[in-house]
C-alpha cells in the first residue's frame, strides 16, 4: 500500500484488522513512487488514492493535513480534494481568514472519535505553523501554535468523557515530542514532517535509528508518552500495540516500523488503480542522459552540506541562462541558489547503468516548478545566506546548494552572523574569478520560483527584491543540460565550506504506522 503513513487498530482478541486511524501526507509518497503523477496528474491522483483508500477503510479513515497540502493554495486543497474527499480530514491550529478559507475550514476537523465497542479514542490533529513559508497558503489562512490548539481541543475531548486521545499530525519530531510533553491528556503522539526514523533492535534495511521506538516522551504531568514516526515514502508501516487501563493511561506501548519490501503483498486494489494511471503518462522511461557518478540528492547530504546532485542542477541552470557577452559583461548572471530541501532524492548510477530519465529527474523535482531569475541587492543575497543556516541541523530544507558562490559558516557564530566569507562569480570581467561580495552591488541570481515567492522562510527574495524574470520549467531546464551533456560526473567541490563546528548528521524520516490497542478492565 502506497500511504506516508497510517495508523490501524485491531481488536487485540481476535487479531483482525479493525479500525484505519490516519494517514499524514500520502500526497510524498506518491511523489516518490510515481512521480510523474505529480507533475501531469497531480491533484486528481493524490484525490484518487486517498477516496480508494478511503473506502477499503471505510469504517475510519483520517488524514492530518501537512505542508505540501498547501502546495498549490487553499484553492488547490478545497477542490478537488475536501470537497470531494469520502474521508475526514483534521487539523486543529489552522483558522481561516477570508470566505475562501472559511469555506476550506467546512471540512477541516479539530478532532474525531472512533468507538470500539464501549470504548471511545479521540484523535486531535495538528499541522505545522511552519506551513506558512514552506508551501503556498497565501494570506487565507494562519497557523496557530499546535501546543496551544491541541491543548483547547483535548480539554472538550476530555469534558466529553473521552480518556484515550491520540495526536496525529505534521509538525516534526521536535514538535512531537513538546506535544507529549505539554499538553495535558494526550496520550500518543504520531508525527511526520521530519521524516524520522525510530527502531528498537536491529533495523532492517539501510536507515539508521534517531532512537527506540516507540520513542517515550516524560509529561509534564508525569506520564510516559509514547511517540513514533516511521521514515518515509511509504517504505515503512509502523506498527504500535498500546495498551490502556480502564481509566485510560498508557500501561504498555511496544511495536516497530514494518519494511515494506517484496515480501509484503501488493494491494490489489491500489495496483488496479495505479495501473490505469500509467496508460496516461507516456513515455517517462526515455533515456535524456547519462551519469558516471552517484547523484546525492538525499535530505542527509543536501539539507546538512554541499551535494553533487545540487551542484549538478545549478551547472544546469546557469548553463540555460548563458547568453552573449558584450563589452564590459561576459554574461548577465552567474550564480545560482537552490534549497537542498527542494531536492527530493538521489539517482543511482549503479542500480540505473548510468542511465538518466524522465522518471529520474522528477523523482528529484516533483513539484513542477520553474528556474526563475531576480535581481537583488548583495546585502539581500548575505540575508539570504544568513537565513540558509539560522536553523541549520535541524533538518529542514533552506540549507542553499550554489552554482558561482563559495560560502564559508561558522557554526559557532549566533543565528544572524554565521556567514564568514562570501565570494562570487564575477560577471563584469573578461576572466571569471571569484570575488567578494559587495553589500550595495546589484546581483543577478537564479533561483526556484519557490524561494523567489518566498518558500522556505526566504521573505527577504520575495520582499527585497529589485525585480525578476520568469524563467523555464525545471524538469525542461535540467533535460535540456543533460541532453547536451550526454555525460555528466558532478563533484562535491568546496563550494559550501563549514570552519567550526562539525556538520550535524541526521537520518530524516517519516510514513505509516500500524496501531493495535488494548482496553484492561481490570
Not at 495538528?126 to 506551513?131: F, Q
Not at 564575477?426 to 567578494?436: D, F, G, K, Q
Request: proline letters at 4%; a negative charge; hydrophobic letters at 35%.
Amino acid at each position: 500500500m502506497v500511504v506516508e503513513r497510517s495508523v490501524y487498530i485491531q481488536d487485540s482478541s481476535s487479531l483482525r484488522a479493525g479500525k484505519c486511524l490516519g494517514i499524514l501526507q500520502c500526497k510524498n509518497s506518491l511523489r516518490r513512487f510515481f512521480p510523474s503523477f505529480f507533475t501531469k496528474l497531480s491533484a486528481v491522483c493524490h484525490f484518487s488514492v486517498l477516496c480508494l483508500l478511503g473506502l477499503i477503510f471505510s469504517s475510519c479513515f483520517l488524514q492530518a493535513l501537512g505542508n505540501h497540502e498547501f502546495d498549490e493554495g487553499v484553492s488547490g486543497l478545497l477542490d478537488p480534494l475536501l470537497k470531494n474527499a469520502n474521508f475526514t480530514v483534521l487539523s486543529a491550529n489552522i483558522k481561516g481568514k477570508t470566505p475562501l478559507a472559511n469555506e476550506m475550514m467546512r471540512y477541516v476537523h479539530p478532532f474525531k472519535i472512533v468507538h470500539f465497542d464501549s470504548e471511545s479514542v479521540g484523535i486531535v490533529g495538528y499541522t505545522t505553523k511552519e506551513t506558512s513559508f514552506l508551501s503556498q497558503p497565501g494570506d487565507d489562512v494562519t497557523f496557530e501554535d499546535e501546543i496551544e490548539a491541541l491543548q483547547l481541543q483535548v480539554n472538550k475531548l476530555t469534558a466529553m468523557g473521552v480518556n484515550k486521545i491520540i495526536a496525529l499530525g505534521h509538525s516534526g519530531f521536535t514538535v512531537d515530542q513538546n506535544i507529549a510533553q505539554k499538553v495535558k491528556g494526550v496520550d500518543v503522539v504520531i508525527g511526520g514532517h521530519t521524516n524520522t526514523f525510530l527502531y528498537t533492535g536491529t533495523p532492517p534495511s539501510t536507515e539508521v535509528p534517531d532512537g527506540p521506538y516507540p520513542f517515550m516522551v516524560e509529561s509534564d504531568d508525569g506520564r510516559k508518552v509514547p511517540v513514533v514516526q516511521a521514515y518515509a515514502y511509504g517504505k515503512y508501516l509502523g506498527y504500535l500495540n498500546v495498551t490502556f487501563d480502564k481509566k485510560g493511561n498508557v500501561v504498555e506501548a511496544v511495536g516497530n516500523p514494518i519494511l515494506l519490501d517484496s515480501s509484503i503483498p501488493e494491494d490489489e486494489h491500489i495496483k488496479e488503480e495505479v495501473e490505469k494511471w500509467r496508460e496516461n503518462l507516456g513515455n517517462f522511461s526515455k533515456e535524456i542522459g547519462k551519469t558516471s557518478v552517484y547523484l546525492n540528492g538525499t535530505s542527509q547530504a543536501c539539507r546538512f552540506q554541499e551535494c553533487n546532485m545540487g551542484n549538478l542542477l545549478c551547472d544546469a541552470v546557469l548553463y540555460e541562462n548563458v547568453g552573449s557577452p558584450d563589452k564590459t559583461t561576459w554574461n548577465h548572471v552567474s550564480m545560482c541558489i537552490l534549497n537542498g530541501g527542494g531536492i527530493r532524492s538521489p539517482i543511482d548510477e549503479q542500480s540505473t547503468n548510468g542511465t538518466i530519465t524522465v522518471e529520474d529527474l522528477l523523482s528529484v523535482l516533483p513539484f513542477g516548478g520553474r528556474f526563475d531569475m531576480v535581481t537583488l541587492k548583495g546585502s539581500t543575497l548575505k540575508e539570504a545566506f544568513e537565513h540558509s543556516v539560522r536553523r541549520y541541523g535541524k533538518g529542514s530544507g533552506e540549507l542553499l546548494q550554489v552554482g558561482g558562490i563559495h560560502v564559508v559558516y561558522d557554526l559557532s557564530r549566533a543565528p544572524g552572523s554565521r556567514v564568514v566569507s562570501l565570494e562570487v562569480l564575477c560577471t563584469a570581467c573578461r576572466v571569471p574569478a571569484y570575488v567578494p561580495l559587495q553589500m550595495d552591488e546589484i546581483y543577478n541570481v537564479t533561483l526556484p520560483s519557490y524561494m523567489l515567492f518566498g518558500g522556505d522562510g526566504y521573505s527577504m527574495l520575495k520582499d527585497k527584491n529589485l525585480g525578476y524574470s520568469k524563467g523555464e520549467p525545471d524538469i525542461e531546464v535540467v533535460s535540456r543540460y543533460l541532453q547536451r551533456m550526454k555525460r555528466v560526473y558532478p563533484a562535491v567541490e568546496g563550494r559550501i565550506k563549514f570552519s567550526s563546528g562539525n556538520l550535524i548528521e541526521a537520518s530524516l524520516s517519516l510514513i505509516s504506522v500500524l496501531f493495535t490497542v488494548t482496553f484492561l478492565h481490570t
